[in-house]
T-cell receptor
Framework: KQEVTQIPAALSVPEGENLVLNCSFT??????LQWFRQDPGKGLTSLLL?????REQTSGRLNASLDKSSGRSTLYIAASQPGDSATYLC??????????FGSGTKLNVKP | DTGVSQDPRHKITKRGQNVTFRCDPI?????LYWYRQTLGQGPEFLTY????????KSRLLSDRFSAERPKGSFSTLEIQRTEQGDSAMYLC??????????FGPGTRLTVL
C-alpha cells in the first residue's frame, strides 16, 4: 500500500518567516507530485506540479522540490503572510489513475 | 473556463435515503475523478473516468455507490441507502494527460 506522510501535522509561525513543509512517500516510482492548498470547508487549489523528471518548481513565493530517490518533497514558503494560513496537501501520482494524498499540514501564520 | 463545479454544495439527508451529486469538469478535460474526504484527512480516491469509461474503482466504493459519466462530460455520483458513515466531503477533480488535477469546491454530505 502506498503511503504518503506529511510532517508536521500543524505549524504556527509569525508573519514574515520562511518555512518548509515536508512530504514523504514509500514508493519512489512516481509519475508526478502535486502540492495543494485547502481552506476550511473548501475544495483543493493546485499550487505546484512537479513531474518525475524535474527536481523543483517555483511559483511566486512558493518553491517545491522533489527527490525521488529518497522519497521526499518539500514545499518552501518565503516571507509567510496571514493569507497563507490553510492546510497544505501533497499528492503523489503513480499513473493517471492513482493519486495518494497525505493528511496535510495545517499552517497558521500569525499577524 | 469557470473551473470544476459541483452541485449541490451541501446535502443533509436521513439515513436510508438516496442522494446524487453532480460534477461538471473543465470542458476540455478528458479525465474525471471522485474522492471522499473526512475531517483531518487527505482525500481518498473513489473512482476515475477517462471520457465516458469508468476505468478504476476503489475498494471504498461499495455496491451502494455508483458513478456515471454518460457522455464524457459531466458526472454523477449516487449513494443508495445512505449510512451515517457516508458523511464526508465528496470532491470531484478533472485533468488532462499531464496528470495535474483541478478540484471543484466539493459537496458536503451529512447523514442524520
Amino acid at each position: 500500500k502506498q503511503e504518503v506522510t506529511q510532517i508536521p501535522a500543524a505549524l504556527s509561525v509569525p508573519e514574515g518567516e520562511n518555512l518548509v513543509l515536508n512530504c514523504s512517500f514509500t514508493d519512489s516510482a512516481i509519475y508526478n507530485l502535486q502540492w495543494f492548498r485547502q481552506d476550511p470547508g473548501k475544495g483543493l487549489t493546485s499550487l505546484l506540479l512537479i513531474q518525475s523528471s524535474q527536481r523543483e518548481q517555483t511559483s511566486g513565493r512558493l518553491n517545491a522540490s522533489l527527490d525521488k530517490s529518497s522519497g521526499r518533497s518539500t514545499l518552501y514558503i518565503a516571507a509567510s503572510q496571514p493569507g497563507d494560513s490553510a492546510t497544505y496537501l501533497c499528492a503523489v501520482i503513480y499513473n493517471f489513475n492513482k493519486f495518494y494524498f497525505g493528511s496535510g499540514t495545517k499552517l497558521n501564520v500569525k499577524p | 473556463d469557470t473551473g470544476v463545479s459541483q452541485d449541490p454544495r451541501h446535502k443533509i439527508t436521513k439515513r436510508g435515503q438516496n442522494v446524487t451529486f453532480r460534477c461538471d469538469p473543465i470542458s476540455e478535460h478528458n479525465r474525471l475523478y471522485w474522492y471522499r474526504q473526512t475531517l483531518g484527512q487527505g482525500p481518498e480516491f473513489l473512482t476515475y473516468f477517462q471520457n465516458e469509461a469508468q476505468l478504476e474503482k476503489s475498494r471504498l466504493l461499495s455496491d451502494r455507490f455508483s458513478a456515471e459519466r454518460p457522455k464524457g462530460s459531466f458526472s454523477t455520483l449516487e449513494i443508495q441507502r445512505t449510512e451515517q458513515g457516508d458523511s464526508a466531503m465528496y470532491l470531484c477533480a478533472s485533468g488532462l494527460n499531464r496528470g495535474e488535477q483541478f478540484f471543484g469546491p466539493g459537496t458536503r454530505l451529512t447523514v442524520l
